[in-house]
């Protein structure tokens, strides 16, 4: 697989060990009867680095994006459908119609 | 309508740039013999595009092979009515009736074969018959879209526009939101020169559709069309409305404005100076000039001698 997809999985890895720890440190709190204000640092700079590198692999991973801006060079109109509900038949082309057989 | 195999089913307003391009890839790569010929029909079904020869040409190439045939499954109706109003379109009515009646063993009594039959009695030129099927066909079921349409179409086709607004007058009445059909109107009225009614019908469009540049551009040329400095005001908004629309790209909507504010300077001539500064545009001018240059250098350099001339007369 690709970088960025190895990265991704490494960041939720990172992101579940980070969980695991808090509700570690939690139980571990319950047993010293201890107010739970906030996970411990390591594991707040575990989660920052589980987040950018998350990040980093959902921008990298899906591949090109496409543009969404309707004036952009790809998305501009250059022609309307052209308006097959009113077509006539009797144009100058039907003078010249091309040779087709058909076998079926 | 039949499920394709194609990637881009939804309902269309406008081609963009991306698909043109597409087209015109897939066009020339199976001109030269290479595959994706299923591919660039379904794109040129769903992109609603004119292209009758090629497609009865490589359809029939198709339909004409047994095993490509087989290939396609249930497709394969779906490319006998495509080939079959291409072939019409061209005048190959054998190739037509040929696919109709192929059409008619699998699917006996369908009404979308009965409206295929109706139109091979129009490409033969048999108004009359043609009428008929079509009266009798409505009879079955008086709100088809398709047969008001196709109508409209015949009195189009028998040179009598006037006849043909008034059907569609009519039929607008009953299906407002019909798009198409406002389109078509104003095309009628503009072969009439009947301007006021067009710049209507363009207004309904943009109503409706106020993100498909090419509509302000018509209800720009049409306003331009009628004159008066009022109407070449709006015209020139309209123009901008483009330019901003499309990114830029448009060349028509960049010379409009450039006429644009070369006609207001010719009709204000009269006025006092304070009015004159409020309706023009220097800068709209300018940046316009100079995009339509740059566009051309990119373009047709051989060409930018007389573009720079012409609009440096529009500036005086």
């Not at chain 2, 129009?122 to 008001?148: C, F, M, T, V």
Request: glycine share 6%; hydrophobic share 40%.
């Amino acid at each position: 697989m690709n970088l960025g997809f190895l990265v991704g999985v490494f960041g939720v890895l990172i992101l579940s060990h980070a969980a695991y720890s808090t509700i570690q440190y939690r139980g571990l709190l319950k047993i010293m009867e201890e107010e739970f204000s906030r996970p411990p640092i390591n594991v707040i700079l575990e989660l920052i680095i589980g987040l950018a590198l998350c990040m980093w692999a959902a921008l990298t991973f899906p591949g090109k994006f496409l543009s969404i801006h309707p004036d952009s060079d790809e998305n501009r109109a250059v022609s309307l459908p052209d308006n097959s509900d009113f077509m006539i038949f009797n144009h100058r082309g039907r003078l010249f119609p091309p040779q087709i057989d058909m076998k079926f | 309508m039949l499920v394709s195999s194609s990637r881009i089913t939804r309902a269309r307003e406008m081609v963009t740039k991306t698909e043109e391009t597409l087209l015109n890839q897939l066009e020339n790569q199976v001109d030269n013999g290479g595959g994706g010929t299923w591919e660039y029909l379904c794109l040129i079904r769903n992109l609603k595009v004119r292209r009758s020869e090629k497609v009865l040409k490589h359809g029939s190439s198709i339909l004409n092979d047994q095993k490509k045939r087989s290939a396609l499954g249930p497709d394969e109706w779906t490319l006998n009515e495509q080939v079959a109003i291409a072939a019409m379109d061209c005048q190959c009515l054998g190739v037509a009736q040929s696919c109709i009646k192929a059409l008619q063993t699998k699917f006996p009594g369908s009404k979308r074969v009965g409206r295929l039959e109706a139109l091979l009695l129009e490409a033969k030129g048999l108004w009359g018959e043609a009428e008929e099927a079509y009266a009798s066909l409505l009879e079955d079921n008086p709100l088809d879209q398709a047969i008001h349409k196709r109508r409209v179409a015949i009195s189009k086709a028998l040179g009598k526009p006037s006849i043909a607004i008034e059907l569609l007058n009519k039929y607008l009445e009953l299906f407002m939101a019909d798009h198409d059909a406002w389109r078509e109107l104003a095309e009628l009225y503009l072969s009439l020169q009947m301007y006021k009614q067009a710049a209507f019908c363009y207004e309904e469009l943009i109503l409706s559709q106020p993100t498909v540049p090419l509509y302000h551009l018509a209800y720009a040329e049409v306003l331009y069309t009628i004159g008066g400095v009022e109407n070449i005001i709006s015209a020139r908004k309209y123009y901008a409305a483009t330019v901003d629309l499309t990114g830029g790209k448009n060349t028509r909507a960049l010379l409009g404005i450039c006429l644009c504010a070369s006609a207001i300077a010719q009709l204000s001539k009269g006025r006092n100076k304070e009015d004159k500064d409020a309706t023009a545009a220097p800068e709209l001018h300018s940046l316009a000039a100079a995009a339509v240059e740059k566009e051309y250098k990119q373009k047709a350099p051989d060409k930018l001698q007389l573009i720079s001339s012409a609009l440096r007369i529009l500036k005086t």
